[in-house]
């Protein structure tokens, strides 16, 4: 089963808009990253936040992470048409080695 | 550096033929990862290695072996193919392993696109 479940599945916003994507998780981890992929192209990492971390920042994104809610946001500032992608999450959980996908947020952004 | 590259970029299979997808990256990353993606999902972890002579079973291994003998190479075998097998697959590397290296962020190859008919 998939540990990262995101919400929602589709989202459509003018550019210049925020975009806020979320991503919910069901065991213990050690950290949670944020990935974008453009069309049918490999995943490109964004954002790492550790599980003793509640809010990082890299440029026009936000990442929280709540570790009793099992979840996390990624939130996009002044989106532009280039940030049309999908966008997941991955978890690693605690005590393994493996990477754990969700099932992705399409984000389409207009111009 | 190459970073991390996948080879070939499209195959088409009969079902019941094997073949092998390569995955090579010059980062000297010890851990690396075999995902399949199908369309409108996310990634799912088929096989993974946590560095040179260990490897272990993801998320959906069934129909599929992998072996690692140098840090550079994870190949993925099939090893009888399937209409279900349809899909593209991915193959990613990290400094994380189990010497160490906390970086925890993957690196993706481009991916091979595989059809079985």
């Known amino acids: 089963s998939q540990q990262g479940e995101e919400d929602p599945q589709a989202l459509s916003i003018q550019e210049g808009e925020n975009a806020t994507m979320n991503c919910s998780y069901k065991t213990s981890i050690n950290n949670l990253q944020w990935y974008r992929q453009n069309s049918g192209r490999g995943l490109v990492h964004l954002i790492l936040i550790r599980s003793n971390e509640r809010e990082k920042h890299s440029g026009r994104l936000r990442v929280t992470l709540d570790t009793s809610k099992k979840s996390s946001s990624l939130l996009i500032t002044a989106s532009r048409a280039a940030d049309t992608a999908s966008y997941f999450c991955a978890t690693d959980k605690t005590g393994t080695y493996k990477y754990i996908f969700g099932t992705g947020t399409r984000l389409k952004v207009l111009a | 550096n190459a970073g991390v590259t996948q080879t070939p970029k499209f195959q088409v299979l009969k079902t019941g033929q094997s073949m092998t997808l390569q995955c090579a990256q010059d980062?000297?990353?010890?851990?690396m990862s075999w995902y399949r993606q199908d369309p409108g999902m996310g990634l799912r972890l088929i096989h993974y290695s946590v560095g040179a002579g260990i490897t272990d079973q993801g998320e959906v291994p069934n129909g599929y072996n992998v072996s690692r003998s140098t840090t550079e190479d994870f190949p993925l075998r099939l090893l009888s193919a399937a209409p279900s097998q349809t899909s593209v697959y991915f193959c990613?590397?990290?400094?994380?392993?189990?010497?160490?290296?906390?970086?925890?962020?993957?690196?993706f190859g481009p991916g091979t696109r595989l059809t079985v008919l």
């Open positions: 990613a590397s990290s400094p994380r392993g189990l010497a160490g290296g906390r970086t925890d962020t993957q690196y």
């Open positions: 980062m000297n990353h010890e851990y």
